[in-house]
């Protein structure tokens, strides 16, 4: 069983919609979750991070953390087609050791 | 633009060959990382420096050697290059190396035939 899995689409979904992706975890020990996004053939790059549970909300992106659950999520509101990319989840006990999940590939159709 | 550079971008080897990746940051940050991705198995760590003067094994070292040549170069050198090594390498940096996110750069696609 991988430390972190994460369903890898693609997803495709109409401009303006609601997306939900989502990250499950085994390690319960982990601390800081973050969400990256990655275009096709650039790096990724830093959406959010989060530490522990909770939820924490920037412009349309809202990351949601249920330890409990060991589960994490990231909501896209009023999607566009310039969301299209894709969706890394990262986790770390808080050291230099970030284990990463394969990546949700989004589609917004315009 | 302030960030991550790499180089090469893109870069063709033989088998047995062997080739330095480059990476240089410019936002004064402590902690840099090696990283490879290849589908189906996501970012996998090689090496890591916590900071300059250290360096540390990955999730996957075997094959690689790293320097961190100051506080804003770290490279990657691949002794010799074997059809397995073909990934995009992607070097990353973080301010405090604790949970706060990375900085990636453009990646480079290396093919190892």
């Known amino acids: 069983q991988k430390e972190v899995e994460q369903d890898p689409g693609p997803l495709s979904v109409p401009e303006g919609a609601i997306v939900s992706l989502n990250c499950t975890y085994s390690?319960?020990?982990?601390?800081?979750f973050m969400w990256y996004r990655q275009y096709s053939r650039k790096g990724p790059e830093l959406l959010m991070y989060t530490y522990s549970s909770g939820n924490k909300e920037d412009g349309r992106f809202t990351a949601q953390v249920d330890k409990s659950s060991k589960y994490i999520s990231l909501f896209i509101r009023d999607s566009q087609p310039s969301d299209s990319a894709t969706y890394l989840c990262?986790?770390?006990?808080?050291?230099?050791?970030?284990?990463f999940g394969t990546g949700t590939r989004l589609k917004v159709l315009a | 633009n302030a960030g991550v550079t790499q180089t090469p971008k893109f870069q063709v080897l033989k088998t047995g060959q062997s080739m330095t990746l480059q990476c240089a940051q410019d936002m004064n940050h402590n902690s840099m990382y090696w990283y490879r991705q290849d589908p189906g198995m996501g970012l996998r760590l090689i090496y890591y420096?916590?900071?300059?003067?250290?360096?540390d094994k990955g999730e996957v070292p075997n094959g690689y050697n790293v320097s961190r040549l100051n506080k804003r170069e770290f490279s990657l050198r691949l002794e010799s290059a074997a059809p397995s090594q073909t990934s995009v390498y992607f070097c990353?940096?973080?301010?405090?190396?604790?949970?706060?996110?990375?900085?990636f750069g453009s990646g480079t696609r290396l093919t190892v035939v």
């Open positions: 420096s916590a900071s300059e003067g250290t360096t």
């Open positions: 990353a940096s973080s301010e405090k190396g604790q949970g706060y996110g990375y900085t």
């Open positions: 390690n319960s020990a982990f601390q800081y």
């Open positions: 990262a986790m770390t006990l808080g050291t230099y050791k970030y284990i």
